[in-house]
């Protein structure tokens, strides 16, 4: 049996670098096409100081209008879209963690019956990664 070299527990050991998001300023329809062009079923945002992921089905949801009430949703800001009464963008709160953590750890209290990204925090304001199953298999 061959050795493949130092065991790869961390999250940095299978991390995504190069996080594409966007910012609550961009309008809606950049969400959309970023999440359309890589085939996204989250994209991070941070509003308000928090990181939140948009989700593909509070996408579709909020999209499913016609006319000119879809143009008009399309160009409204992703923190407006959240922020709104009804028929708003609804965000998910993003699990944020280390590049040292343990990859164990994240998967014995992940949900399997909901689809998981983790972010990886730099350790200051922003993201150094993204980590989802598909990573660990």
Known sequence: MQDN???????????????????????VAHA????LMHSFT??????????MLVPEVSMAKYLRRGGDARKAALAVSIADAW???ENKLELKPAKVVDA????????A?????????????D??????GVLSPF???
């Open 5 to 27: 070299g130092p065991a790869r527990t961390k999250v940095c050991d299978f991390m995504v670098r190069g996080v594409v998001s966007v910012q609550p300023w961009q309008p």
């Open 135 to 137: 990573e660990l298999m």
């Open 100 to 107: 040292e953590d343990d990859v164990d750890g994240l998967l």
């Open 109 to 121: 209290d992940a949900n399997p019956d909901v689809a998981s990204l983790w972010l990886v925090s």
């Open 32 to 35: 959309r096409q970023m999440m």
């Open 123 to 128: 350790g200051h304001d922003d993201l150094t």
């Open 42 to 51: 989250y994209l991070p945002v941070k509003v308000d100081g928090v990181w």
């Open 83 to 85: 922020h709104r009464g």
